[in-house]
């Protein structure tokens, strides 16, 4: 069974400018969640989609936001980027949430 | 506000020790908690997820506890090796409908050969 997928790997982009990540989950997962990984702040939940609803989002800024597709595939989008938000992007799936989460490799975001 | 907290930050063992990691956490009312490693730059791999009725899990060399109660967790590794080097983080599930997990800040292992 593949693993969850997330694209790109990596990213430049300049502060002001607008990122789509994006995340495959594993075949059968409906629930994908993001988190950001920082080396001051940790990891840290932005949202959680399970069926296309947005069920949960953390403190972040309006900026962040994200949607699911009916295949389960999620995006997340960052507008007006800031230095702050260079980060590990990291997307997981489970089955409805609550089961065992799996983690993709990450996007690594750097802001410039 | 739940918090986890993992003690030490960083730990350097000879190859062949056995070790536990900790993971302390505030608030017992959680759906399960789970392990995970991390490889510099890498992504998270799940290691042991344990629900809130269980006690322990095991897989191969390690073996991860659960004391509901008193709000902590271990994670023992048996023989060490020098690919056991990673960042080891725990998480934990809040009862609640927030559908995330609250990770700690992890614990970096070094297995000197």
């Known amino acids: 069974k593949a693993g969850v997928t997330q694209t790109p790997r990596y990213l430049i982009k300049t502060r002001g400018q607008q990122v789509t990540l994006s995340c495959s989950p594993i075949?059968?997962?409906?629930?994908v969640s993001w988190y950001q990984q920082t080396p001051g702040q940790g990891l840290q939940f932005l949202f959680e989609?399970?069926?296309?609803?947005?069920?949960n989002k953390g403190n972040f800024p309006g900026r962040f936001s994200g949607r699911q597709f009916s295949n389960s595939r999620s995006e997340m989008n960052v507008s007006t980027l800031e230095l702050g938000d260079s980060a590990l992007y990291l997307c997981a799936s489970s089955l409805d949430g609550f089961y065992e989460q799996y983690f993709g490799p990450g996007t690594r975001l750097t802001v410039t | 506000k739940q918090e986890v907290t993992q003690i030490p930050a960083a730990l350097s063992v000879p190859e062949g020790e056995n070790l536990v990691l900790n993971c302390s956490f505030t608030d017992s009312a959680i759906y399960n908690l789970q392990w995970f490693r991390q490889d510099p730059g890498k992504g998270l791999t799940s290691l042991l997820l344990?629900?809130?009725?269980?006690r322990e899990q095991t897989s191969g060399r390690l073996n991860a506890s659960l004391d509901k109660s008193s709000g902590r967790s271990t994670l023992y590794i048996a023989a060490s090796q020098p690919g056991d080097s990673a960042t080891y983080l725990c998480?934990?599930?809040?009862?609640?409908?927030?559908?995330?997990?609250?990770f700690g800040s992890g614990t970096r292992l070094l297995v000197r050969p």
């Open positions: 075949s059968g997962h409906r629930s």
């Open positions: 344990i629900q809130s009725s269980q």
């Open positions: 998480a934990v599930r809040p009862l609640d409908s927030s559908y995330k997990l609250i």
């Open positions: 989609y399970f069926s296309e609803t947005q069920r």
